[in-house]
C-alpha cells in the first residue's frame, strides 16, 4: 500500500510538473456542461486543476488505457476534484443544451440556418469524454444514474439534443466498466431505447464484457439486469399522499394502471384536486415512475417474443426466479405456454399460468408451434378461445414459415416476398418497431438499394430483406418501394457469412420471415382500399393482383381465428361462411366477400368492388368480441361484417350508393 502510494505521489509529480494555468483555456467559456469546471478555475489549486483538465482531454480513444485510469484517480485526488467531475457529468446529462442560434453550430461541417440543440461543440468533446469517465471512475449509484441518462439523452433515441455517437458510447463503455449491478439495469435500459446501429453494437459488446466478467452468457445478463422497479405483491406499488393512496399496478400484459383511492374509498383514474394542488412535485415523479414502468413493460414483452426465434432452455430454478417470479417479466410469463422437462427427458407443455403437472421440473423451455404437431397446436387455439385467454403476443395463434420447394431451388435467397410494392415511410417505421436496422432509401449515395437487417437466435443468425425504391421518380425519398430478396447470415465470431436457408434453424427462419410478412401486409399498396381512386396508374395492375390474392400465413392464421370468433357471435353465425380466400357476409340488400388478407371487398355476382375507409379511430367489433391476439386487419373484417351484415341499416351515402349500383 505505501508503494502504491508513493507511485501515485510520483505520478502525480510528473504530470503537474511543467503544467501551466493556461491549461485551463481548455474548459469552453460559454458551455452550461462545463459550468462546475468553470467556477473552480479562479478558486485555488490552479496547476492541479490544469493538470487534470489537461489530462481529460488527452482522451482521445472511446476507452481509456488502464494508465490513464490511473493518473485520472491521482490528478482527481490532487484537486480535490470528486464533486467536480460528478456535477460535470451531472450537467452533461440533464444540464442545459446549447442553441446553435446563440452558439452555432456543434461542428464546421454543419452550415446555413438549421437549427437545433447540442450538448458538446465537438472541439470539447475529449474534455467531456474524459470528464464523463472521471466522474464513473470516482462516483458511485448517482453517477451510475447520470451515466445512463446522459447515453440516452445524446443517442439520438430522444427528441430535444442532436445525437453525438463519441459522447453516448463513453457513458456506455463506462456503464459497462463498473460491473455494479445498478450499471447493468441501466444497460438494460438503454438496450432497450436505443436504436442507433453503431450504438447498439457497443452496447453487445457492452454487455458482453460485464457477463464475462460475472462468468454468464450477454442473456443471462440481459434477463438478471431487467428492473424490478421496487413492485410488491400483484406487480403493484402503493404510496400514500396525504389522506389519498396512489396505486401503480401492471395490470396486463399491456397496461400500466395509476389509481387514486379517495378517504370515502372511492377509486380514480384522474388525479384528485387534492393530490393535485397539494403533492405537485410527488404526482409528477410517480407519473414519471409509471411512464418507466410502461416502458420496461414493452421492451420485456418485445424480449420474450424474441425468444421464440432460439432454442433457449432454462434450469428450473433459474426460470423461477429471473422469469416466473420478477414483477415485471412474471406478469407476462403467466400468459403464456411453456414447456417443462422431467427427470425422464419429456417435454410437456403447460397452460397459461399453470407450472409442470408433479410441481417439479428440470428444465424449461418456451413453447413454439413449429416444434408441435397439428393437433396440439389445434387444441391450444381452441383453449385460449373457451377459456378467453388473450397472450401478451401471438403464441399458440403464431404463423409458422416452412422452406418451400421453391426455395429450396433458390438455396441463398427467398423471394416469397419479392415484387409487393408499398407504402416506404411506413415500411421504414415499422423496421424500427420491431427493431431491424436498415440503411434510408433516398437521392443520396447509396441511397437507392436497401438492406433492412434483424438478429435471431439469441444473436447467432441475421435476416437481411433487400428493397428498393418503386420508381425513379422523387426528389428526396421515394412515396413507395419494391421490394426483393431475403437471405440470412450466420455469426462467424465478429463477421456475418452467408448461409443457405436449409441450414437456418426452422425457428429461425420461421420469425424472420413473420416479420418480413407483417412488413409487407401492413404496408402494401393492397391493403390501401382508397388506391383506385386515387386517380393514377401506377401500381394498378399490381393492387387489383394483390388485393384479393392468395393468402399469406398471417391471413391463415386470421382465417382460423374468424372460424373460431364468427360462429359464436349471434349477428353473424347465420349470415357468414368461408369461400376460399373470403369471409362470406349475406346481407339483406346484398351477399359480400371480405378478403382475409386486405380486408377489401368485393360484391356479388359480378365482384363488383366495394369502397369502405375505416375510421381514424380503431375499428369497433361490437364491444365484447373476444379477440385472442391483437390484429388491426382481423377487427377491421369483423366491424366490416358486422355492418354489412345489417346493410340496410347503413347510412353513410357513399357505402349505399355503391351497395344499390352493385345489386342493380
Not at 39 to 53: M, P, Q, T, W
Not at 72 to 90: F, G, N, Q, Y
Not at 259 to 269: A, E
Not at 577 to 588: E, N
Amino acid at each position: 500500500m505505501v508503494n502504491e502510494t508513493l507511485a501515485g505521489e510520483a505520478r502525480e509529480r510528473d504530470v503537474l510538473d511543467g503544467v501551466r494555468p493556461d491549461a485551463l483555456t481548455r474548459v469552453p467559456a460559454d458551455a452550461p456542461w462545463a459550468a462546475a469546471l468553470r467556477e473552480r478555475v479562479g478558486a485555488g489549486r490552479a496547476a492541479e486543476l490544469a493538470a487534470l483538465v489537461r489530462h481529460l482531454a488527452a482522451l482521445s480513444s472511446p476507452r481509456p488505457t488502464q494508465k490513464w485510469r490511473r493518473t485520472c484517480l491521482d490528478l482527481v485526488a490532487a484537486a480535490k476534484a470528486d464533486e467536480l467531475v460528478a456535477a460535470t457529468l451531472r450537467n452533461l446529462a440533464e444540464g442545459e443544451a446549447l442553441c446553435t442560434r446563440d452558439h452555432g453550430a456543434h461542428t464546421a461541417w454543419i452550415g446555413g440556418d438549421y437549427h437545433y440543440h447540442y450538448v458538446v461543440h465537438s472541439n470539447d468533446t475529449d474534455l467531456a469524454r474524459g470528464s464523463v469517465w472521471a466522474a464513473a471512475l470516482t462516483g458511485g449509484p448517482e453517477a451510475v444514474r447520470h451515466l445512463g441518462a446522459l447515453a440516452l439523452r445524446v443517442s439520438g433515441a430522444e427528441r430535444g439534443v442532436i445525437e453525438d455517437l463519441k459522447l453516448s458510447g463513453a457513458a456506455i463503455n463506462a456503464l459497462a466498466d463498473t460491473g455494479a449491478p445498478a450499471s447493468l439495469e441501466e444497460l438494460w435500459r438503454l438496450q432497450a431505447k436505443i436504436k442507433h446501429r453503431a450504438l447498439r453494437k457497443q452496447l453487445d459488446t457492452a454487455l458482453t464484457t460485464a457477463a464475462e466478467k460475472q462468468g454468464i452468457t450477454p442473456q443471462q445478463l440481459v434477463e438478471r439486469s431487467v428492473p424490478r422497479h421496487g413492485l410488491g405483491e400483484g406487480s403493484s406499488l402503493v404510496r400514500e399522499l396525504g389522506d389519498h393512496r396512489i396505486r401503480i399496478e401492471i395490470e396486463d400484459a399491456t397496461t400500466v394502471r395509476l389509481t387514486f383511492t379517495r378517504p370515502d374509498g372511492t377509486i380514480s383514474r384522474t388525479a384528485p384536486a387534492a393530490v393535485k394542488d397539494g403533492f405537485p412535485e410527488e404526482l409528477k415523479e410517480l407519473k414519471a415512475y409509471a411512464k418507466e414502468l410502461r416502458g420496461t413493460l414493452a421492451s420485456e414483452r418485445a424480449r420474450v417474443e424474441g425468444l421464440l426465434s432460439s432454442d433457449r432452455v432454462w434450469p428450473y430454478d433459474e426460470w423461477c426466479r429471473h422469469y416466473r417470479d420478477h414483477p415485471v417479466t412474471g406478469v407476462l410469463v403467466r400468459g403464456l405456454i411453456w414447456e417443462f422437462r422431467d427427470g425422464t427427458g419429456a417435454w410437456r407443455a403447460a397452460a397459461p399460468g399453470a407450472g409442470p403437472e408433479d410441481g417439479t421440473a428440470a428444465h424449461v423451455r418456451l413453447w413454439h408451434p413449429i416444434r408441435a404437431e397439428s393437433d396440439e397446436v389445434r387444441a391450444w387455439r381452441e383453449r385460449l378461445m373457451t377459456d378467453r385467454l388473450r397472450q401478451p403476443f401471438k403464441q399458440a395463434f403464431r404463423e409458422i414459415y416452412l422452406l418451400t420447394p421453391a426455395e429450396e431451388r433458390t438455396r441463398l435467397y427467398s423471394n416469397r416476398f419479392a415484387a409487393h410494392i408499398v407504402h416506404y415511410q411506413q415500411l421504414y417505421a415499422l423496421f424500427k418497431v420491431r427493431g431491424w436496422q436498415s440503411n434510408y432509401l433516398g437521392s443520396h449515395d447509396g441511397g437507392y438499394d436497401g438492406t433492412a437487417r434483424a438478429e435471431f437466435g439469441d444473436g447467432a443468425w441475421r435476416a437481411l430483406f433487400h428493397h428498393e425504391p418503386a420508381s425513379d421518380d422523387f426528389r428526396y425519398s421515394p412515396d413507395h418501394a419494391a421490394t426483393d430478396q431475403v437471405r440470412f447470415e450466420r455469426r462467424h465470431g465478429r463477421q456475418w457469412r452467408e448461409a443457405p436457408l436449409d441450414e437456418v434453424p426452422a425457428p429461425v427462419f420461421s420469425e424472420a420471415m413473420r416479420d418480413v410478412d407483417l412488413f409487407v401486409g401492413v404496408t402494401s399498396i393492397a391493403a390501401d382500399a382508397q388506391w383506385t381512386d386515387r386517380g393514377e396508374d401506377r401500381y394498378t395492375d399490381y393492387w387489383r393482383t394483390a388485393t384479393f390474392g392468395a393468402l399469406t400465413a398471417t391471413a391463415e392464421i386470421r382465417r382460423e381465428a374468424l372460424e373460431r370468433i364468427v360462429p359464436r357471435l349471434t349477428k353473424l353465425a347465420d349470415r357468414c361462411a368461408f369461400g376460399g380466400r373470403f369471409l362470406v357476409v349475406r346481407g339483406d340488400l346484398a351477399t359480400y366477400k371480405i378478403h382475409l388478407g386486405s380486408a377489401n371487398i368485393l360484391m356479388e355476382p359480378d365482384d363488383a368492388y366495394l369502397c369502405i375507409v375505416p375510421a381514424a379511430r380503431s375499428p369497433r367489433t361490437g364491444g365484447q368480441v373476444f379477440l385472442p391476439f391483437e390484429d388491426e386487419r382481423l377487427s377491421l373484417i369483423l366491424s366490416k361484417a358486422l355492418m354489412l351484415a345489417a346493410d340496410t341499416k347503413i347510412t353513410d351515402a357513399t357505402i349505399r350508393r355503391q351497395i344499390e349500383r352493385g345489386a342493380r
